[in-house]
């Protein structure tokens, strides 16, 4: 870890080597934290870093911090100007991951939570989560995705992430790069941290989000690309494990693995066992949204080192 990087910690930026907890708080003992992923892109040509939807990372942090009845006091556009801020001290010229974390911070041994809660943001440099250039190979775990009246899978509660590791750990032992959960219905949910898209006959297929998945932001992400610049009909529905050995194409998408294509799924072929056209162009089109290359997109995108307020005020 750099040790040059800086964090937002206890409501200052300090160095990120001493944004540190005791070993007795509350969410280390028992999980009862919350985190985000956003990315931030660098544009070579624009020497412009750009957050991606970082509103909607904090919104729904914010919103999804009442299932654990922690206080974010920050409002989402304050969020945002503290995360534009860090990344600046930082003076990022490449791809960054930011991490938002709230989490109950009393140090004590008890496994009801009180009022104490606190909330931290790191950044540091990101590239390829997953090598999926040639395409992954994925397979279903035997674990089973963590449902809604357990542990809440539409927020990124830090204690259900031991679900994903489990996943995760299971099929990397068993040869292959990512995991694919099922439901406790059998249905399709998602991968350890990612969401899941099938395509079949010409539609874009992927879990309802009845089915235990994340309302993922990539997710809604590569929807809108899918149905705008493509075309194409996105359907939201449970889905059979059978499906993803009669699909045309299959991929991943999250903060994290982007759009990562699925070219073997439980050591059969997908589709033509090559990334497919479809996938090939999703990628494509949000690799260049991401970095500010198309007009349409830059809605989705928060300027670091020129944001609007300051050419406003220039002007």
């Not at 304050?78 to 791809?95: D, K, P, Q, V, Y």
């Not at 991951?97 to 009022?115: Q, T």
């Not at 194409?232 to 050995?245: A, M």
Request: net charge negative; proline share 5%; glycine share 6%.
């Amino acid at each position: 870890m750099n040790e040059d990087l800086i964090a937002y910690f206890d409501n200052r930026y300090v160095a990120l080597r001493d944004a540190k907890v005791g070993i007795l708080t509350h969410a280390l003992n028992y999980g009862t934290g919350l985190f985000e992923g956003l990315r931030a892109y660098w544009n070579e040509r624009e020497e412009e870093l750009f957050l991606l939807r970082p509103l909607e990372h904090f919104e729904r942090w914010k919103t999804n911090s009442r299932i654990l009845r922690i206080e974010i006091p920050p409002a989402p556009e304050e969020l945002c100007r503290i995360t534009a801020e860090l990344l600046r001290r930082n003076r990022f010229r490449s791809n960054v991951y930011v991490r938002p974390l709230a989490y109950k911070s009393a140090e004590r041994i008890g496994v009801s939570p009180d009022d104490q809660d606190a909330f931290t943001i790191a950044a540091l440099p990101f590239g390829d989560y997953l090598d999926s250039a040639k395409g992954l190979h994925a397979g279903v775990v035997s674990w089973r995705r963590i449902e809604d009246n357990a542990i809440p899978g539409r927020a990124k509660i830090t204690g259900a992430y031991v679900n994903s590791a489990l996943a995760s750990d299971e099929a990397r032992r068993n040869g292959f790069d990512e995991a694919i959960f099922l439901n406790e219905d059998g249905h399709l949910a998602e991968g350890a941290s990612c969401n899941i898209f099938l395509v079949r006959g010409g539609k874009l297929i992927t879990p309802a989000a009845s089915d235990n998945i994340l309302e993922g932001i990539t997710r809604a992400c590569v929807i809108e690309l899918a149905r705008q610049e493509m075309r194409l009909e996105v359907v939201e529905r449970s889905l059979d494990r059978s499906e993803l050995y009669v699909c045309d194409e299959m991929f991943f998408t999250g903060t994290a693995v982007e759009v990562a294509p699925v070219v073997q799924v439980d050591h059969r072929p997908v589709g033509a066992g090559a990334i497919g056209p479809v996938t090939s162009r999703l990628r494509r089109i949000y690799c260049e949204a991401v970095r500010g290359q198309l007009a349409a997109y830059r809605k989705w995108l928060l300027p670091v080192y020129h944001p609007p307020e300051a050419a406003g005020k220039a002007a």
